[in-house]
């Protein structure tokens, strides 16, 4: 884990992907600096706000949108922590 203000950073969130989805491609970027003052930031300039750039075996003829709920569920667990991740944008490759 990180020692920004949540806990979490891009690399906990690559290795998750990782792990559950197998990915033929993957890049998390921590945005969370771009947010600063936003809703959902924690003043850290960190942890907060990602976006995810994936292709998976696991997505193939999946709709979007079940390929984005695979995304979610593999990191549900710091979506909903106290201070997660407030924030994830989802780039399908």
């Known amino acids: 884990m990180s020692s920004n203000g949540t806990g979490i950073s891009a690399e906990d969130l690559r290795l998750r992907l990782a792990e559950k989805l197998s990915p033929t491609q993957l890049e998390v970027v921590d945005e969370s600096a771009a947010h600063l003052g936003h809703?959902?930031?924690?003043?850290?300039?960190a942890g907060t706000h990602f976006r995810v750039r994936i292709a998976s075996p696991?997505?193939?003829?999946?709709?979007?949108?079940a390929c984005h709920r695979l995304v979610y569920?593999?990191?549900?667990?710091?979506?909903?922590?106290?201070?997660g991740v407030h924030a994830l944008a989802i780039e399908l490759l």
């Open 73 to 83: 569920d593999s990191l549900r667990d710091f979506i909903d922590r106290d201070r």
């Open 39 to 45: 809703a959902g930031q924690d003043g850290t300039g």
């Open 58 to 65: 696991l997505f193939a003829g999946k709709p979007r949108v």
